[in-house]
Nanobody
């Protein structure tokens, strides 16, 4: 069974940084793509950043230049380095992974709060 477990959320002041991590477990699972989505209160879940197995990345316009996604294929782990955080970045952040058979998997989320 595939499980995604996020960590690294918390409270940070505007302008601060956080690093999210997500470990994907499953004895034979190999992720084709991995990424992060977020959902702010009262809003739909939106993509933040996606990274493919070869390292190519895509970012939401709102986070370009501030967030960096990376992955360690050997550890089945994806990271999201978030810098210059803004109050509007406050949301639940969800890890996502897609297998080579196009199955999608989600973590339970980690809360990021940007506030002074």
């Amino acid at each position: 069974q595939v499980q995604l477990v996020e960590s690294g959320g918390g409270l940070v002041q505007p302008g601060g940084s956080l690093r999210l991590s997500c470990v994907v477990s499953g004895s034979t699972f190999s992720a084709k793509s991995m990424g992060w989505y977020r959902q702010a209160p009262g809003k739909l879940r939106d993509v933040v950043a996606i990274i493919s197995r070869d390292g190519s990345t895509n970012y939401a316009d709102s986070v370009k230049g501030r967030f960096t996604i990376s992955r360690d294929n050997a550890l089945n782990t994806v990271y999201l380095q978030m810098n210059s955080l803004k109050p509007e970045d406050t949301a639940d952040y969800y890890c996502w992974a897609r297998s080579y058979s196009d199955m999608a998997y989600w973590g339970k989320g980690t809360l990021v709060t940007v506030s002074s």
